[in-house]
């Protein structure tokens, strides 16, 4: 099934779509940039195309009719943006790619990378990008011994005895 981005889709900081079935709504985040880029765009197009409302389809991205965009259409248009950019040309997946790895790098933990990539199950979130999560485990068992040395953190674990 194609997934095409319509106006009503997004709601706040959220980008709700129903991919699988109309009942079935998966959410990801939208920063605070990126709904106003996509506010300013709307306003763009129908300022350009002297429309009080967006076309009857609803597409945010679309041909001057309001039409749908086929996919050589779509990737030109990124790989356009991205050169104004000045960014090398990636496609789609790969910048999901980069998304990914700029989540984890930021602190995302992995049910937050999941959802938002909207992967079904955490671990293929871990298959794909397990590498890029910390390897050094000294961190973690450092804090174990302090834990259950601690009068509180025994009795709250049931280790007191």
Known sequence: MEEELVYPDVQGTILATRLAAPSLVLEVALSTVTIEALESFRQGEIERRKLTE????????????????????????????????GIESR?????????????FSDGASVI??????????????????????????????????NAVLTPEAARLTGTDG
């Open 54 to 85: 967006p076309p009857r389809t609803g597409l945010i991205w679309c041909r001057p009719d309001g039409g749908h965009l086929n996919y050589r259409t779509e990737a030109n248009i990124l790989g356009c943006l991205l050169k104004a950019a």
């Open 91 to 103: 496609t789609p997946h790969e910048l999901r790619h980069t998304a990914a790895t700029l989540m």
């Open 112 to 145: 937050q990378v999941q959802h938002q990539l909207r992967h079904s199950r955490p671990s293929i979130t871990l298959d794909h990008y397990g590498h890029l999560l910390p390897k050094d485990l000294r961190p973690v068992f450092s804090v174990v011994p």
